[in-house]
C-alpha cells in the first residue's frame, strides 16, 4: 500500500528535511507539531488542521491555506507573502512580526489574534474578523479592505 503524501512528509521531516515546498498536504493533521522555519512555499494546506502549531519563522508564501485551522498557531516572523487564507481561522494565533504582502485573507477569522509589527501590504481583508485582535503598529491603510 504505497504512503500517503502525510505520512512521506512526517518521515522526511524526522529524516531532516525541512524544505517542502510545493507539496501537496491538503486536510493534514498538523496540530501541536513544532515547525520552525519549515519552508511550505507554494505548498497545498486546504483545510489542513495546524491548531497550536509551532510555525514560528516558517516559509509559506504563496502557499494555499484555504479554509485551514490555524487557531493558536505560532506564527511570528513567518512569511506569508502572497498566500491564499481565504476562510481560514486564525483566532489567537501569534503573526506578529509576518509578512502578510499580498495574502488573501477574505473571510478569515483573525479575533484575537496577535498581528503586532505584521506587514499587511497589499493583503486582501474584506469580510475579515478583526475582533479584539493586536493591531500594534500595523498599517491597514496599506491593506484592501473592500
Not at 11 to 35: C, M, Q, S
Request: charged fraction near 25%; charge should be negative.
Amino acid at each position: 500500500m504505497p504512503l500517503s503524501s502525510v505520512e512521506l512528509f512526517w518521515i522526511a521531516f524526522h529524516l531532516g528535511v525541512r524544505d517542502f515546498r510545493g507539496w501537496d498536504l491538503t486536510e493534514a493533521d498538523l496540530r501541536f507539531r513544532v515547525l520552525p522555519r519549515v519552508n511550505f512555499r507554494g505548498a497545498g494546506l486546504q483545510r489542513a488542521d495546524l491548531y497550536g502549531a509551532d510555525l514560528c519563522g516558517a516559509t509559506l508564501g504563496d502557499a494555499d491555506l484555504r479554509s485551514a485551522n490555524l487557531e493558536k498557531t505560532n506564527l511570528a516572523d513567518a512569511w506569508l507573502a502572497g498566500a491564499n487564507l481565504s476562510g481560514a481561522t486564525l483566532r489567537s494565533a501569534n503573526l506578529a512580526g509576518a509578512d502578510l504582502s499580498h495574502a488573501d485573507l477574505t473571510q478569515t477569522t483573525l479575533a484575537g489574534a496577535r498581528l503586532a509589527g505584521a506587514n499587511v501590504t497589499d493583503a486582501r481583508l474584506s469580510d475579515t474578523d478583526l475582533d479584539g485582535a493586536d493591531l500594534t503598529g500595523v498599517d491597514l491603510e496599506q491593506a484592501i479592505l473592500e
